[in-house]
């Protein structure tokens, strides 16, 4: 099984990514930022910008590993990674889902206040690049099909057990 965490910049998708892996019996966490920096850091001048979704390859590397790593290792594997292209959840989630790979996207939501508030409390000064952001992510996920869950008020427990509750009811 795969879970993709995703969410505006700063929501919580890796916090809760630590949290399920806790509550898993055979947990990897797939860092697809690590993908995206490989894929990024060796074109010359970053031609198509800061956002990982919008190099070509970045999809598909991250689709052909986890397609690997599920069918090599027999790991539930979780992915916090913010997806804000609907090209992307087609290359990547859909495409696991075709390949016979139970998928899930699950995706955070919560107010611009909060993320703000999450964003400088791990240590990211105001006016970073995720806080002007958050409304470019915010609506980019809203696009996106999957098991949207609002993370205002909430503390990362019980968005664990909501989690995996959504997921197990849509197996």
């Known amino acids: 099984m795969i879970i993709w965490i995703s969410g505006a910049y700063g929501v919580g998708k890796s916090t809760l990514a630590d949290a399920l892996a806790e509550r898993m019996e055979n947990p990897l966490i797939f860092d697809a930022e690590e993908v995206g920096n490989a894929v990024r850091g060796n074109y010359p001048d970053c031609p198509?910008?800061?956002i990982f979704e919008d190099y070509p390859l970045w999809g598909e590397f991250c689709h052909k590993l986890l397609r690997d790593i599920h069918d090599t290792?027999?790991?539930?594997?979780l992915v916090p990674m913010t997806l804000?292209?609907?090209a992307s959840y087609?290359?990547?989630i859909q495409s696991l889902a075709g390949d016979g790979i139970e998928t899930f996207l699950v995706i955070l939501e919560a107010s611009r206040?909060?993320?703000h508030?999450?964003?400088l409390a791990r240590g990211e000064?105001?006016?970073c690049w995720c806080m002007e952001n958050i409304e470019m992510a915010r609506a980019g996920s809203g696009i996106l099909p999957g098991i949207h869950i609002d993370t205002d008020d909430r503390g990362v427990e019980e968005?664990?057990?909501?989690?995996l509750a959504k997921v197990l009811a849509h197996r």
């Open 48 to 50: 198509y910008g800061y």
């Open 73 to 77: 290792f027999q790991k539930d594997i």
């Open 84 to 86: 804000v292209r609907r």
């Open 90 to 92: 087609e290359k990547i």
């Open 113 to 115: 206040q909060s993320i």
């Open 117 to 119: 508030d999450r964003i």
């Open 125 to 127: 000064e105001e006016g």
């Open 159 to 163: 968005l664990a057990a909501i989690v």
